[in-house]
Protein backbone atom coordinates (compact mmCIF):
# COMPACT_ATOMS: atom_id res chain seq x y z
CA UNK A 1 0.00 0.00 0.00
CA UNK A 2 1.74 3.76 -1.23
CA UNK A 3 0.82 5.27 1.92
CA UNK A 4 1.95 9.19 0.47
CA UNK A 5 -0.90 8.71 -2.34
CA UNK A 6 -3.15 11.84 -2.75
CA UNK A 7 -0.85 13.36 0.62
CA UNK A 8 0.99 15.82 -1.65
CA UNK A 9 4.61 15.82 -2.69
CA UNK A 10 7.04 16.03 -0.02
CA UNK A 11 8.24 19.13 0.75
CA UNK A 12 12.25 19.76 -0.56
CA UNK A 13 14.32 21.40 1.66
CA UNK A 14 14.92 23.98 -1.05
CA UNK A 15 11.22 25.28 -0.80
CA UNK A 16 10.79 25.61 2.90
CA UNK A 17 11.97 29.32 4.14
CA UNK A 18 14.84 29.56 6.56
CA UNK A 19 12.20 30.05 9.88
CA UNK A 20 10.40 26.60 8.41
CA UNK A 21 13.51 24.72 8.43
CA UNK A 22 14.32 26.04 12.34
CA UNK A 23 11.13 24.51 13.28
CA UNK A 24 11.57 21.35 11.82
CA UNK A 25 15.43 20.94 13.15
CA UNK A 26 13.93 22.40 16.92
CA UNK A 27 11.05 19.78 16.93
CA UNK A 28 11.32 16.64 18.85
CA UNK A 29 8.75 13.73 18.10
CA UNK A 30 7.11 12.24 21.16
CA UNK A 31 5.31 9.17 21.17
CA UNK A 32 3.63 7.47 23.53
CA UNK A 33 3.54 3.64 23.78
CA UNK A 34 2.32 0.88 26.20
CA UNK A 35 2.94 -3.26 25.38
CA UNK A 36 2.23 -1.77 21.82
CA UNK A 37 5.45 -3.21 19.90
CA UNK A 38 4.53 -4.16 16.66
CA UNK A 39 2.41 -1.17 16.02
CA UNK A 40 5.36 0.99 17.65
CA UNK A 41 7.77 -0.81 15.14
CA UNK A 42 5.79 0.20 12.34
CA UNK A 43 5.76 3.52 13.25
CA UNK A 44 9.03 4.28 13.58
CA UNK A 45 9.80 2.36 10.29
CA UNK A 46 7.53 4.70 8.72
CA UNK A 47 9.29 7.72 9.99
CA UNK A 48 12.35 6.54 8.83
CA UNK A 49 11.90 6.37 5.43
CA UNK A 50 9.88 9.81 5.92
CA UNK A 51 13.48 10.73 5.87
CA UNK A 52 12.64 12.16 9.94
CA UNK A 53 16.17 12.13 12.18
CA UNK A 54 15.85 9.08 14.72
CA UNK A 55 17.87 10.63 17.29
CA UNK A 56 14.85 13.78 17.63
CA UNK A 57 12.64 10.83 18.29
CA UNK A 58 11.68 10.30 21.84
CA UNK A 59 9.91 7.26 22.57
CA UNK A 60 7.97 7.04 26.43
CA UNK A 61 7.37 3.48 27.34
CA UNK A 62 4.34 3.68 29.84
CA UNK A 63 5.48 0.48 31.55
CA UNK A 64 5.36 -2.25 28.43
CA UNK A 65 6.13 -5.88 29.08
CA UNK A 66 6.39 -7.09 26.09
CA UNK A 67 9.70 -6.79 25.32
CA UNK A 68 9.44 -3.38 23.50
CA UNK A 69 12.83 -1.78 25.24
CA UNK A 70 14.58 -4.85 23.83
CA UNK A 71 13.15 -4.92 20.64
CA UNK A 72 13.28 -1.23 19.95
CA UNK A 73 16.41 -0.32 21.11
CA UNK A 74 18.37 -2.92 19.58
CA UNK A 75 16.59 -2.24 16.46
CA UNK A 76 16.31 1.53 16.13
CA UNK A 77 19.50 2.64 18.52
CA UNK A 78 19.24 6.39 17.76
CA UNK A 79 16.02 6.50 19.24
CA UNK A 80 15.78 8.32 22.61
CA UNK A 81 14.27 5.26 24.49
CA UNK A 82 12.86 6.12 28.16
CA UNK A 83 11.01 3.19 30.07
CA UNK A 84 9.22 4.06 32.86
CA UNK A 85 8.48 1.45 35.54
CA UNK A 86 4.67 1.66 35.28
CA UNK A 87 1.43 3.24 33.33
CA UNK A 88 1.27 6.58 34.15
CA UNK A 89 -1.77 7.27 31.69
CA UNK A 90 -1.92 8.96 28.49
CA UNK A 91 -1.83 12.98 29.85
CA UNK A 92 0.83 12.50 32.57
CA UNK A 93 2.90 9.96 30.14
CA UNK A 94 2.76 12.69 26.99
CA UNK A 95 3.67 15.61 29.55
CA UNK A 96 6.96 13.44 30.99
CA UNK A 97 8.07 12.45 27.80
CA UNK A 98 7.90 16.24 26.31
CA UNK A 99 9.43 17.70 29.31
CA UNK A 100 12.13 15.04 28.74
CA UNK A 101 12.21 15.92 25.40
CA UNK A 102 12.42 19.50 25.56
CA UNK A 103 14.82 19.05 28.28
CA UNK A 104 16.93 16.16 26.68
CA UNK A 105 16.86 18.16 22.55
CA UNK A 106 16.12 21.36 23.91
CA UNK A 107 12.71 21.00 21.69
CA UNK A 108 11.07 24.48 20.29
CA UNK A 109 8.21 22.41 19.37
CA UNK A 110 6.99 19.02 19.73
CA UNK A 111 5.21 16.66 17.31
CA UNK A 112 2.78 14.19 19.26
CA UNK A 113 2.25 11.04 17.47
CA UNK A 114 0.38 7.80 18.13
CA UNK A 115 2.29 5.56 18.60
CA UNK A 116 -0.10 3.05 16.33
CA UNK A 117 0.40 5.54 13.12
CA UNK A 118 2.20 5.29 9.73
CA UNK A 119 3.54 8.60 8.84
CA UNK A 120 3.99 9.93 4.89
CA UNK A 121 6.90 11.97 4.08
CA UNK A 122 6.08 15.74 4.70
CA UNK A 123 4.07 15.52 7.47
CA UNK A 124 6.43 17.81 9.61
CA UNK A 125 7.05 19.72 6.86
CA UNK A 126 3.82 21.18 5.99
CA UNK A 127 2.69 21.28 10.02
CA UNK A 128 5.95 23.89 10.30
CA UNK A 129 4.94 25.94 7.96
CA UNK A 130 2.13 27.78 9.17
CA UNK A 131 4.64 28.99 12.85
CA UNK A 132 6.94 31.08 10.00
CA UNK A 133 4.18 33.53 9.29
CA UNK A 134 1.50 33.05 12.78
CA UNK A 135 3.30 34.88 15.83
CA UNK A 136 0.59 33.68 18.44
CA UNK A 137 0.40 29.96 16.59
CA UNK A 138 0.77 27.47 19.02
CA UNK A 139 -0.53 24.25 17.29
CA UNK A 140 -1.40 22.79 13.92
CA UNK A 141 -3.18 19.13 13.87
CA UNK A 142 -2.65 16.97 10.70
CA UNK A 143 -5.61 15.32 8.60
CA UNK A 144 -5.86 11.61 9.88
CA UNK A 145 -6.43 8.52 7.74
CA UNK A 146 -7.95 5.30 8.42
CA UNK A 147 -4.73 3.00 8.13
CA UNK A 148 -6.84 0.02 7.02
CA UNK A 149 -9.22 2.27 4.52
CA UNK A 150 -7.22 5.20 3.23
CA UNK A 151 -9.63 7.03 1.28
CA UNK A 152 -11.10 7.33 4.94
CA UNK A 153 -11.01 9.67 7.34
CA UNK A 154 -10.94 9.51 11.45
CA UNK A 155 -10.25 13.22 11.53
CA UNK A 156 -10.13 16.59 9.58
CA UNK A 157 -10.03 19.97 11.27
CA UNK A 158 -10.17 18.87 15.21
CA UNK A 159 -13.11 18.85 17.05
CA UNK A 160 -16.26 20.65 16.68
CA UNK A 161 -18.24 20.95 19.92
CA UNK A 162 -21.89 22.28 21.25
CA UNK A 163 -21.92 22.92 25.09
CA UNK A 164 -25.32 23.69 24.82
CA UNK A 165 -26.28 20.13 23.68
CA UNK A 166 -23.52 18.80 25.31
CA UNK A 167 -21.95 17.46 21.99
CA UNK A 168 -18.31 16.80 20.49
CA UNK A 169 -17.31 15.34 17.70
CA UNK A 170 -14.80 15.21 15.32
CA UNK A 171 -14.67 17.01 11.77
CA UNK A 172 -14.78 14.21 9.00
CA UNK A 173 -15.12 11.19 11.17
CA UNK A 174 -16.02 7.86 8.94
CA UNK A 175 -16.53 10.19 5.64
CA UNK A 176 -14.96 9.11 2.85
CA UNK A 177 -12.04 12.20 2.00
CA UNK A 178 -13.22 13.98 -1.49
CA UNK A 179 -11.35 16.77 -0.98
CA UNK A 180 -14.18 18.24 1.39
CA UNK A 181 -11.88 19.18 4.22
CA UNK A 182 -9.09 20.16 2.35
CA UNK A 183 -9.02 24.21 3.47
CA UNK A 184 -7.20 25.38 5.94
CA UNK A 185 -8.70 26.55 9.24
CA UNK A 186 -8.61 27.69 12.47
CA UNK A 187 -9.73 24.80 14.91
CA UNK A 188 -9.61 22.89 17.99
CA UNK A 189 -7.56 20.13 17.84
CA UNK A 190 -7.41 16.64 18.29
CA UNK A 191 -4.81 14.66 19.76
CA UNK A 192 -2.49 12.35 17.45
CA UNK A 193 -0.77 14.08 15.21
CA UNK A 194 -0.31 18.03 16.15
CA UNK A 195 2.43 19.89 16.40
CA UNK A 196 2.62 22.24 19.40
CA UNK A 197 4.73 25.35 20.68
CA UNK A 198 6.96 23.83 23.36
CA UNK A 199 6.77 27.66 25.07
CA UNK A 200 3.18 27.62 25.10
CA UNK A 201 2.93 23.49 26.34
CA UNK A 202 5.17 24.59 29.13
CA UNK A 203 2.82 28.09 29.44
CA UNK A 204 -0.14 25.84 29.91
CA UNK A 205 1.70 23.26 32.01
CA UNK A 206 0.61 20.38 29.31
CA UNK A 207 -1.85 17.71 29.66
CA UNK A 208 -4.35 17.52 32.50
CA UNK A 209 -3.70 14.27 34.68
CA UNK A 210 -7.50 14.63 35.93
CA UNK A 211 -8.13 12.72 32.49
CA UNK A 212 -5.35 10.35 33.29
CA UNK A 213 -5.87 7.02 31.96
CA UNK A 214 -7.42 8.18 29.00
CA UNK A 215 -9.65 10.88 27.94
CA UNK A 216 -10.39 13.72 26.01
CA UNK A 217 -6.82 15.98 27.38
CA UNK A 218 -6.23 16.68 24.08
CA UNK A 219 -9.63 18.68 23.80
CA UNK A 220 -9.12 20.07 27.08
CA UNK A 221 -5.60 21.42 25.95
CA UNK A 222 -6.91 22.95 22.96
CA UNK A 223 -9.56 24.85 25.01
CA UNK A 224 -7.02 26.08 27.10
CA UNK A 225 -4.67 27.09 24.03
CA UNK A 226 -7.36 29.41 22.59
CA UNK A 227 -8.48 30.86 25.93
CA UNK A 228 -4.98 31.98 26.80
CA UNK A 229 -5.07 33.89 23.42
CA UNK A 230 -3.36 31.55 21.40
CA UNK A 231 -4.38 30.12 17.55
CA UNK A 232 -4.65 26.29 16.09
CA UNK A 233 -4.75 25.54 12.71
CA UNK A 234 -5.81 22.85 10.86
CA UNK A 235 -3.22 21.79 7.87
CA UNK A 236 -5.06 19.19 5.82
CA UNK A 237 -1.94 19.10 3.38
CA UNK A 238 -0.05 17.24 6.12
CA UNK A 239 -1.54 13.24 6.48
CA UNK A 240 -1.17 10.65 8.90
CA UNK A 241 -2.55 7.13 8.70
CA UNK A 242 -4.09 5.94 12.09
CA UNK A 243 -4.43 1.94 12.86
CA UNK A 244 -8.24 2.78 13.55
CA UNK A 245 -11.19 1.10 14.10
CA UNK A 246 -14.41 2.54 14.40
CA UNK A 247 -17.26 1.87 17.10
CA UNK A 248 -17.17 1.14 20.99
CA UNK A 249 -14.95 -2.04 21.95
CA UNK A 250 -18.30 -3.25 24.14
CA UNK A 251 -16.15 -5.57 26.48
CA UNK A 252 -14.70 -2.01 28.08
CA UNK A 253 -18.52 -0.58 28.09
CA UNK A 254 -19.65 -0.50 31.61
CA UNK A 255 -20.82 1.32 34.25
CA UNK A 256 -17.68 2.90 35.12
CA UNK A 257 -17.33 3.43 31.53
CA UNK A 258 -20.43 5.54 31.02
CA UNK A 259 -19.50 7.42 34.65
CA UNK A 260 -15.81 8.48 33.71
CA UNK A 261 -17.44 10.32 30.48
CA UNK A 262 -20.33 11.85 32.17
CA UNK A 263 -17.36 13.13 35.11
CA UNK A 264 -14.73 14.08 31.98
CA UNK A 265 -17.64 16.03 30.42
CA UNK A 266 -18.92 17.88 33.75
CA UNK A 267 -15.18 19.27 34.00
CA UNK A 268 -14.97 20.37 30.22
CA UNK A 269 -18.13 21.70 31.03
CA UNK A 270 -17.25 24.01 33.93
CA UNK A 271 -13.78 24.91 32.48
CA UNK A 272 -15.20 26.00 29.14
CA UNK A 273 -18.82 26.52 28.80
CA UNK A 274 -20.01 29.67 28.85
CA UNK A 275 -22.42 30.61 31.76
CA UNK A 276 -25.06 30.52 28.97
CA UNK A 277 -24.29 27.42 27.33
CA UNK A 278 -23.80 26.02 31.16
CA UNK A 279 -27.88 26.92 32.19
CA UNK A 280 -28.76 25.51 28.76
CA UNK A 281 -27.32 22.30 29.16
CA UNK A 282 -28.83 22.05 32.65
CA UNK A 283 -32.17 23.15 32.07
CA UNK A 284 -31.93 20.06 28.94
CA UNK A 285 -31.29 17.74 31.43
CA UNK A 286 -33.96 18.53 33.80
CA UNK A 287 -36.47 18.93 31.16
CA UNK A 288 -35.13 15.21 29.54
CA UNK A 289 -35.89 14.21 33.17
CA UNK A 290 -39.28 15.53 34.05
CA UNK A 291 -41.84 12.48 33.31
Not at 46 to 63: E, Q
Not at 86 to 98: M, Q, W
Not at 157 to 175: A, D, P
Not at 195 to 220: A, K, M, Q
Amino acid sequence: MNFAANCGDPLLPGSLSKRVEETIRGTAIVILTWNGLNETRRCLCSLARAGYSLDRIVLWDNGSEDGTEESITREFPDVIFHRHPRNLGVASGRNAAARYAIRRLSASHLLFLDNDMVVPPGLLEYLARPFATELLLAQTVAKIRVLSDPGRLQSAGGFNVNFSLGTRSTYGYGEIDGGQYNNQKPCLPSGGATLVSSSVFLELGGFDPIFDPYGPEDFDFSCRVQTSGYRAQYVPQAVVYHDYKFGLDKKNVDAAYFSKRVRHWLILLHRHASLSEQIVFFLSLIHISEP
